[in-house]
């Protein structure tokens, strides 16, 4: 059982999570007085159907609509992946282009493509310079980093009164609005479709999401290819931690957690890591005089283990710190003043030369964060060979790129 030991190790290692899901190894809330396995139950009589909610699975998703007065909501337990894609498979069958802003998750990608949809990469300035009606416009908001699209309600305004539709991929923002201290949950911008990892910041369970739709009438279309992506065997347990995530956020105080947080970054700073504040207070991008990859290491050398690690920096996603909460904080702060370089440790890297010139065969993406670096169709230049070297050279898993050199390797050989 290695996948049982392996995770065993690591719970008796101690090691200290600043990264998801958001219960930090339950340590936030208390997420395991409330999810037991004698609760791992099917559709049983009195447990209704997720996928046709009448009775208490309705209940839930009413509860959820009440996070922002004006949207229907649905529970899912196939993540934000399954939101994403529903929501492109539904409102491809009335738009005829999706404008995708900035940089997107894969799962973005992964829905234009397999709708076969007509679709185009811009800026939020380009956003007013193209033809926007009958289209659907696609956001992140925040970002992996937790960078926020700024004046986003605004950006909703002229699509909607343009008679173009909107997706928000808010899949790291369901915290957000949890008090007057964060910043503006994306519910607030009234998109059309606004889908949320509750797993990400909330203490829930991986793959909890929830889907939020202004109009019914698209909330249903939606809902008709969710029914066909999600699971038919729905985990109670994910439907139940997002449940239990809700009310967490709806009575959450955050005075224990901006004390501390101060308190961290503070800390940080007094032993050579260099902190970068983003729009949301949730997150923080770290440095050294090292570099960010030799930073995760030293981290992870003393059992902080990190949410991800690129050329901008170290990720960490912050726990939601409570009154009451068992979270390692003064284990945290020893840490990291025990923090000492990591050791050189270049990693083996695979012959791409083959690569450069090519056109891309499967998307190439650098996971975490899933935001591709290359995208089927495009030609692979020579500055993507040199980063994908780059991510190599540092450890980071690429996606896609073993499908692109065994095909060319062998197109080379015949």
């Given at each position: 059982?290695?996948?049982?030991?392996?995770?065993?190790?690591?719970?008796?290692?101690?090691?200290?999570?600043?990264?998801?899901?958001?219960?930090?190894?339950?340590?936030?809330g208390k997420l395991a007085d409330i999810i037991k396995?004698?609760?791992?139950?099917?559709?049983?009589?009195?447990?209704?159907?997720?996928?046709?909610?009448?009775?208490?699975?309705?209940?839930?998703?009413?509860?959820?609509?009440?996070?922002?007065?004006?949207?229907?909501?649905?529970?899912?337990?196939?993540?934000?992946?399954?939101?994403?894609?529903?929501?492109?498979?539904?409102?491809?069958?009335?738009?005829?282009?999706?404008?995708?802003?900035?940089?997107?998750?894969?799962?973005?990608?992964?829905?234009?493509?397999?709708?076969?949809?007509?679709?185009?990469?811009?800026?939020?300035?380009?956003?007013?310079?193209?033809?926007?009606?009958?289209?659907?416009?696609?956001?992140?908001?925040?970002?992996?980093?937790?960078?926020?699209?700024?004046?986003?309600?605004?950006?909703?305004n002229f699509i909607r009164n343009n008679k173009a539709?909107?997706?928000?991929?808010?899949?790291?923002?369901?915290?957000?609005?949890?008090?007057?201290?964060?910043?503006?949950?994306?519910?607030?911008?009234?998109?059309?479709?606004?889908?949320?990892?509750?797993?990400?910041?909330?203490?829930?369970?991986?793959?909890?999401?929830?889907?939020?739709?202004?109009?019914?009438?698209?909330?249903?279309?939606?809902?008709?290819?969710?029914?066909?992506?999600?699971?038919?065997?729905?985990?109670?347990?994910?439907?139940?931690?997002?449940?239990?995530?809700?009310?967490?956020?709806?009575?959450?105080?955050?005075?224990?957690?901006?004390?501390?947080?101060?308190?961290?970054?503070?800390?940080?700073?007094?032993?050579?890591?260099?902190?970068?504040?983003?729009?949301?207070?949730?997150?923080?991008?770290?440095?050294?005089?090292?570099?960010?990859?030799?930073?995760?290491?030293?981290?992870?050398?003393?059992?902080?283990?990190?949410?991800?690690?690129?050329?901008?920096?170290?990720?960490?996603?912050?726990?939601?710190?409570?009154?009451?909460?068992?979270?390692?904080?003064?284990?945290?702060?020893?840490?990291?003043?025990?923090?000492?370089?990591?050791?050189?440790?270049?990693?083996?890297?695979?012959?791409?030369?083959?690569?450069?010139?090519?056109?891309?065969?499967?998307?190439?993406?650098?996971?975490?964060?899933?935001?591709?670096?290359?995208?089927?169709?495009?030609?692979?230049?020579?500055?993507?060979?040199?980063?994908?070297?780059?991510?190599?050279?540092?450890?980071?898993?690429?996606?896609?790129?073993?499908?692109?050199?065994?095909?060319?390797?062998n197109e080379a050989e015949l």
């Open positions: 059982m290695s996948l049982i030991n392996k995770l065993k190790g690591l719970h008796s290692e101690g090691i200290i999570s600043m990264h998801v899901p958001g219960h930090k190894n339950n340590t936030i396995p004698v609760y791992d139950l099917t559709e049983i009589p009195g447990l209704d159907d997720l996928h046709d909610p009448a009775e208490i699975l309705k209940e839930l998703n009413d509860k959820m609509s009440l996070k922002r007065e004006g949207y229907y909501a649905q529970a899912m337990v196939n993540g934000t992946t399954n939101g994403i894609i529903s929501s492109i498979y539904a409102l491809n069958e009335t738009v005829s282009h999706f404008y995708i802003v900035g940089e997107a998750h894969k799962s973005v990608y992964h829905g234009v493509s397999l709708v076969n949809a007509s679709y185009s990469i811009i800026s939020i300035e380009e956003l007013y310079k193209v033809k926007v009606k009958n289209t659907c416009v696609i956001f992140t908001s925040p970002s992996y980093t937790g960078t926020l699209v700024k004046n986003i309600g605004e950006h909703i539709f909107s997706i928000i991929d808010a899949a790291h923002g369901a915290h957000l609005s949890i008090t007057e201290n964060f910043k503006e949950s994306l519910l607030t911008s009234e998109a059309d479709a606004v889908i949320e990892s509750y797993h990400k910041m909330l203490p829930a369970l991986t793959m909890a999401s929830v889907l939020f739709t202004k109009d019914l009438d698209l909330h249903q279309r939606i809902m008709h290819y969710i029914n066909q992506f999600e699971t038919s065997s729905p985990s109670y347990l994910v439907l139940a931690s997002i449940e239990y995530a809700q009310e967490f956020y709806n009575n959450y105080d955050d005075t224990v957690f901006f004390r501390k947080r101060t308190v961290l970054i503070n800390h940080l700073k007094e032993h050579g890591v260099k902190v970068v504040e983003p729009d949301d207070p949730g997150k923080l991008m770290l440095t050294s005089s090292k570099g960010p990859y030799n930073l995760e290491r030293s981290l992870r050398d003393e059992g902080i283990y990190s949410e991800m690690v690129t050329e901008e920096g170290v990720l960490w996603c912050l726990p939601l710190w409570h009154e009451d909460d068992s979270y390692p904080f003064k284990e945290l702060l020893d840490k990291i003043t025990k923090l000492t370089p990591a050791a050189d440790n270049t990693a083996e890297i695979k012959n791409i030369a083959v690569l450069e010139g090519k056109i891309c065969l499967e998307n190439i993406v650098p996971y975490p964060p899933g935001v591709p670096l290359v995208l089927k169709g495009n030609v692979i230049t020579s500055g993507d060979i040199k980063r994908i070297k780059h991510y190599q050279v540092n450890h980071v898993k690429i996606e896609g790129i073993d499908y692109n050199i065994n095909y060319y390797m």
